[in-house]
């Protein structure tokens, strides 16, 4: 069984640019969420896919956005980067039940935008 | 507005030492807590979730919906309880979580 994996590790962009962000999910785990964690601040919720579709979103303006694949990996795009979307962006895939169960962490993506 | 506060950023203790994790949550509905924790370089990881009740690591964490607290708790702390603790709430039960800001615990030997 592997663990959720997310690449890059690390990644610099310019302003105004736009950078994708990748997520193996945990084998079995068919959803998949995305967090941003500024530097100091707990993780902030961006959105959730379930079996490829959206499943919840928190308070994210449009230009973040993300796919699910058929094997359940995913993508977070983020278009027109600005300076404060600097932070580590982690993945987590889990097993949807009828209550919260474990969700699973990747290392996460340290984007500096500059 | 849903919130989960962590009022402590940063906590020492000495080892052998009673240690609390403070957290306490705003939510309409009915809460699903848990605490996950960051080794240093390693990956958050869950601890623990109120609904299971159990003790990990020496840690309990007691919901108290008067209250609406749910604070970590560990009679004597070890060295390598040093590490980051979030307190999550569960919203949407998918899954979905809004964290504290974390309090970095550091058991001093």
């Known amino acids: 069984e592997t663990g959720v994996t997310q690449s890059p590790t690390h990644l610099i962009k310019t302003r105004g640019q736009q950078v994708t962000l990748r997520c193996s999910s945990q084998?079995?785990?068919?959803?998949v969420s995305w967090y941003q964690q500024a530097l100091g601040q707990g993780p902030q919720f961006i959105f959730q896919?379930?079996?490829?579709?959206?499943?919840g979103r928190g308070n994210f303006p449009p230009r973040f956005s993300g796919l699910q694949f058929p094997n359940y990996s995913s993508e977070l795009n983020v278009n027109a980067l600005e300076l404060d979307d600097s932070a580590l962006y982690l993945c987590?895939?889990?097993?949807?039940?009828?209550?919260?169960?474990?969700?699973?962490f990747g290392q996460g993506t340290r984007l500096t935008v500059v | 507005a849903q919130r989960v506060t962590q009022p402590e950023k940063l906590l020492s203790v000495f080892k052998g030492a009673p240690v609390e994790l403070k957290c306490n949550y705003s939510?309409?509905?009915?809460?699903?807590l848990f605490w996950y924790v960051q080794y240093s370089r390693q990956r958050l990881q869950l601890l623990l979730r109120?609904?299971s009740r159990e003790s990990i690591k020496g840690f309990t964490a007691d919901l108290n919906k008067g209250e609406t607290s749910f604070h970590l708790k560990k009679p004597f702390a070890q060295e390598e309880d040093s590490a980051m603790y979030y307190c999550?709430?569960?919203?949407?039960?998918?899954?979905?979580?809004?964290f504290g800001t974390g309090t970095s615990l550091t058991v001093i030997p």
């Open positions: 896919y379930y079996r490829e579709e959206e499943n």
């Open positions: 987590a895939s889990s097993i949807p039940g009828g209550a919260s169960t474990e969700a699973f």
């Open positions: 084998s079995g785990h068919n959803t």
């Open positions: 999550a709430l569960a919203f949407n039960t998918g899954n979905q979580f809004y």
């Open positions: 939510y309409s509905g009915s809460p699903e």
């Open positions: 109120h609904i």
